[in-house]
């Protein structure tokens, strides 16, 4: 538990969350920029990767900014992008009976975000099970539950905590842990396997975590 | 693995990194929907009309949810608001879907033309058929006989039991028959006789250990997902155990950590000799010993607790487990460890259903199982058998006539059963054909199939059919179906899918949910909800049904008046959300050990019944006089009980003049010449049994109601035939092989099924399931299309339909058999002889 269950300390647990995933979403959209980065150096987020276990390695911290990207975004394609072997950052890919882009799942998400009243941006040229996608997705419903609880409304805590304990039992549960094994065993660079390592024991925290406080929500 | 808190430290740093997600437009969407119950057509992507309701397809009546797409129920769900489902249902909740559009539905209202039960039929306006039935009616009224219009109904709850039920008062009679006693009415009144209440809920929630005695309780209880799925979870969740007693291998018993199997019509002996066990290894010390205050077991009423233990000592000292074990065949060493187990873990939950109930000893076994959870103290308090609670309706008054009266048709023989509280539903059609009490002019099916639902079906058949007995028979009835065939005049009614209801049915969470049914679709055809056309009929005999002007008013009044419900926001909150439930309420639990102030029991017109020590308010000096067991109606008047440690709200009494305490000495089966204590009764048939006799036991499938779900596709297709299980033993003595077609002949009658030999049952039984061997109802349940009915009505799965067997029903060899105490009808105990045809 990290928080006292009181609506302020849940507000912040929710925000604190939803930061978490909005984070671990632009590692997986798109290879690190220079401005995520020059986040990364920053003295505040390396030592709380620090306490979270993370620690960033020297070529990363002091290598040549060019260089470093550069070794990054090999390392991106590598991983999630081929061309050739790589592993898919996509639903449909990792589940038992899927195996291919496009699948059953990769629907069902999409009509979950559209559910939502969410739209898929744009620019956004990926497919709907895309990790990113999926983070997002939490983060933005573990956004507004904090925005509920900062309000004292306990109905609409429970709504969005409700939407997130479906969302990562029927989907992120189902496929990111296996997903996050495989990078794990190929990755060459540490960044990405802190990354995936990170991503696994967060969402295993976070589903009994959710499963918390929505009793809270709902007995209140 | 990573520290939480180092986590979300890091969400409090990644702030200015993350901000706007790239793949997502989240800011489209002002406000999330509602979460829940969302239903899509898999072809379209639309979504579909939710719609909160409830249930019907069993007596569980689970709120639901309906899809509607483009005015065409497409599918049910459970509502994931309910707090006695907690979202789950089963598969009869979700074939109900079938319903609606039931090739076989009766879409007008239809009259006999040739003879009773020939099928042959004329469609004629609601107007033509109202005019008839209030004819009768009138006709009777003004003979000053409106007790010859009886009212039979097979499932009438809540508003609708209100409604309708009211109306036949308001009319002015009271021959309102139902069928509990075929259902669980023996467990009723068992239960009325000892603690008040009808009804005990299983606290599976808190338990620790479940010893069940005939209740498929994961398959098909009164109570079924509420009570189900929380046993399941704790079992998977919470590693509780379950032992369970049962001559089948039931599903359930597949799924308890232990089968054990039994004797049929004795796991009464079981439960006395484990009461014994804890009797003479002092496991009543403690919480049995707390729990004795409130227990009468002698007839002083002013027993201290030694001399309570002293009498159930000597009540049970004869029921050792050797005893049982020669009665029940379930080893003696099995019975007292259970008995230790069930005594020492706290708490333990004991269920019991038909199993135990369905005998001729039925209400003795149920006693019994009262009396081994009260020497144990595992009764009415968290994780163990309950007082049920319900919601609490404050229903529109719908004013009675001034003068009811009654055929006497309704409780059995004279003399044959002792408390018929809930009535003797299968002696109704026997005692029409006796006439002694009289009989029917027209007699009104409402959801109700005599010659299907009661035993000795032949009989049934030749009463129903006969003109002299019965002059005039309406049938309330959606389906044409096996009694329906024999009805002078048919009303179409609407499936469960079409009605309004306020519904009540017990909440495990022992809190009380209230909630709604509400049509998913408008009447197909021209059917119409019979709680909507007694109005109509009302109108036409001048009766007053009071405030309401439909059901739906009805509904809508009990909504608008039902504190609670009221504030929520009254009928517009329950049409949005089907369900409510007080937040702020805790579950209920031990009321018996009130304190009762002096203000309340000596208040005016409060005496001390000095034999059952309660305090009550006669009506007159004369009641005073006679005392509270002998005055007709006392317990309406009960205000609470006198014990030797002060005055108590105790187990209330509810239909009979039982004292307050949980009630184990009775004077008022001393009264009708049965012993007052719990005791083992032998089941007079099985002890005339001849080395070839085998028992006929009954049961039914997850996937089935008893009567009225065979002609849903869905689920016709998961069980549609029932060959009869025995034991390879058995089975070898006769010569019958799997799959051999055999007779089974009782007294009654004889029947052709097939064998499924199996080691899931014990030796020396058969058992036949019910659900199957329908002869009318509908074209996936008997294979017979409904007369009238066009062709296909668009229902093109029809053609699909594979299997061409529908099973058989085995009442036509049961007798109609009546516990002696309560009238339950004895499904388990028919005997039979078997042989290879």
């Not at chain 1, 956004?143 to 990562?168: C, I, M, P």
């Not at chain 2, 103290?377 to 968290?382: C, E, N, V």
């Amino acid at each position: 538990m990290t928080d006292d269950g009181s609506s302020n300390g849940l507000a912040r647990t929710a925000i604190e969350v939803s930061n978490l995933y909005g984070f671990l979403a632009a590692v997986f959209r798109e290879e690190v920029s220079d401005h995520f980065l020059a986040q990364l150096r920053s003295p505040q987020l390396r030592e709380t990767l620090a306490d979270a276990g993370i620690a960033l390695d020297e070529h990363l911290l002091r290598g040549a900014e060019e260089e470093v990207l550069r070794d990054l975004a090999v390392e991106f394609a590598a991983l999630f992008l081929g061309p050739g072997e790589h592993i898919s950052p996509h639903e449909s890919v990792h589940l038992p009976k899927g195996g291919f882009l496009w699948g059953a799942e990769t629907v069902v998400v999409r009509k979950f975000v559209n559910a939502l009243g969410f739209n898929y941006a744009d620019n956004f040229k990926g497919l709907p099970d895309h990790i990113s996608v999926e983070l997002e997705v939490m983060a933005e419903l573990a956004r507004r539950e904090g925005a509920a609880w900062e309000k004292g409304d306990t109905d609409e805590a429970a709504n969005s905590l409700a939407y997130q304990h479906q969302f990562v039992t029927e989907h992120l549960a189902k496929w990111v842990p296996a997903f996050c094994a495989k990078v794990t065993k190929v990755a060459g660079l540490p960044f990405y396997r802190d990354m995936v390592r990170l991503t696994a024991e967060f969402l295993e925290s976070e589903q009994s975590d959710i499963e918390r406080r929505l009793d809270i929500a709902r007995v209140a | 693995m990573l520290n939480r808190r180092n986590f979300l430290k890091l969400g409090a740093a990644a702030t200015t990194t993350v901000a706007g997600g790239a793949c997502l437009n989240v800011q489209a969407a002002k406000d999330l929907p509602e979460w829940g119950n969302k239903g899509f057509s898999p072809t379209t992507g639309k979504q579909r009309q939710a719609i909160p309701s409830a249930c019907w397809q069993c007596v569980t009546r689970c709120a639901n949810m309906g899809y509607v797409e483009d005015g065409r129920l497409v599918k049910i769900e459970s509502n994931v608001n309910s707090i006695r489902t907690e979202g789950v249902m089963c598969a009869k909740g979700q074939g109900a879907v079938n319903h609606t559009y039931d090739p076989d539905r009766i879409l007008y209202p239809m009259k006999r033309v040739g003879e009773r039960g020939s099928g042959q039929w004329e469609r004629i306006s609601w107007d033509d058929a109202l005019d008839m039935i209030a004819a009768r009616m009138k006709k009777n009224r003004d003979a000053g006989t409106p007790e010859k219009v009886v009212y039979h109904y097979g499932r009438a709850k809540a508003s609708h039991s209100k409604t309708i039920g009211g109306f036949f008062k308001a009319y002015g009679t009271g021959s309102i028959g139902n069928h509990t006693a075929l259902c669980e009415g023996g467990k009723w009144t068992a239960q009325e006789l000892t603690w008040g209440g009808h009804y005990d809920n299983w606290d599976f929630d808190n338990t620790k250990f479940v010893i069940n005695f005939g209740s498929n309780v994961l398959e098909t209880h009164t109570n079924h997902i509420p009570t189900a799925h929380r046993l399941l979870w704790a079992m998977a969740e919470k590693g509780v155990e379950m032992v369970t007693f049962d001559v089948r291998l039931s599903n359930t018993a597949a799924k308890s950590n232990e089968w054990v199997p039994v004797k049929p019509g004795t796991d009464a002996a079981v439960i006395a000799a484990m009461i014994n066990v804890v009797m003479s290894e002092g496991l009543y010390k403690g919480d049995g010993e707390e729990f004795l205050k409130y227990t009468r077991v002698t007839e002083d009423v002013n027993a201290d607790v030694p001399t309570k233990i002293a009498a159930i000592k000597a009540g049970v000292k004869d029921y050792t487990p050797k005893w049982a074990e020669k009665i029940s065949g379930v080893p003696a060493d099995k019975i007292t460890a259970l008995a230790r187990r069930f005594a020492t873990t706290k708490p333990s939950v004991l269920v019991s259903y038909r199993g135990l109930v369905a005998h001729y000893n039925g209400n003795e076994g149920e006693r019994l199982a009262q009396l081994l959870c009260a020497v144990t103290g595992q009764m009415d308090k968290p994780g163990t058998r309950m007082k049920a609670v319900g919601a609490g309706w404050k229903w529109p008054k719908i004013p009675a006539a001034k003068k009811i009266k009654k055929l006497d048709i309704f409780d059995g023989f004279p003399g044959q059963v002792a408390y018929p509280t809930h009535h003797v539903a299968e002696m109704v059609l026997p005692m029409i054909k006796d006439g002694r009490n009289g009989r029917p002019d027209m007699y009104v099916m409402y959801c109700w199939t005599p010659t299907y639902a009661n035993g000795n079906v032949a009989e049934a058949i030749e009463i129903l059919k006969d003109e002299k007995l019965i002059p005039f028979v309406v049938s309330v009835d959606p389906f044409y179906g096996d009694s329906t065939m024999f009805a002078d005049l048919i009303l179409p009614d609407t499936p469960f899918t079409e009605r309004w209801t306020a519904e009540d049915m017990v909440d495990p969470a022992q809190i009380g949910e209230f909630y709604i049914r509400q049509p998913f679709t408008k009447p197909l055809g021209e059917a119409r909800d019979f709680s909507d056309v007694v109005f109509d009929l009302a109108k036409r005999l001048g009766v007053d049904m009071g405030e309401a002007k439909s059901h739906e008013d009805y509904v809508r009044l009990a909504c608008e008046n039902t504190p609670g419900v009221k504030e929520a926001g009254g009928f517009e909150y329950m049409k949005k959300h089907g369900v409510w439930h007080d937040k702020n309420a805790t579950p209920q639990q031990q009321v018996y050990n009130r304190p009762v102030a002096e203000s309340v029991y000596k208040a005016k017109g409060v005496v001390l019944d000095a034999a059952s020590g309660v305090y009550w308010k006669p009506a007159s000096e004369a009641d005073a006089k006679k005392g509270y067991v002998a005055t007709k109606g006392a317990y309406k008047k009960y205000v609470a009980q006198k014990m030797p440690h002060g005055v108590f709200s105790g187990f209330a009494p509810d239909k009979v003049n039982k004292s307050g305490y949980l009630e184990l000495w009775s004077p008022l089966l001393k009264a009708k010449g049965f012993n007052p204590f719990p005791t083992w009764m032998e089941i007079p048939e099985h002890q005339k049994m001849g080395p070839d006799d085998l028992v006929l036991t009954t049961f039914k499938h997850a996937t089935q109601t008893h009567s009225r779900t065979m002609n849903c596709k869905y689920l016709a297709e998961v069980y549609h035939n029932n060959p009869a299980w025995i034991n390879p033993v058995t089975a070898k003595a006769r010569g019958i092989y799997d799959g051999d077609r055999i007779k089974v002949t009782s007294a009654v009658g004889e029947m052709v099924t097939k064998a499924r030999v199996t080691e899931a049952i014990i030796p020396g039984v058969v058992a036949i399931s019910h659900h199957c061997g329908h002869w009318a109802y509908g074209r996936y349940a008997s294979g017979r299309r409904a007369p009238s009915t066009d062709e296909e009505r668009g229902d093109r799965d029809f053609k699909l339909k594979w299997w061409t067997e529908n099973g058989v029903h085995p009442n036509w060899v049961i007798p109609n058999a009546p516990d002696p105490i309560n009238g339950q009808q004895a499904w388990m105990d028919t005997v039979v002889q078997v042989t290879r045809v």
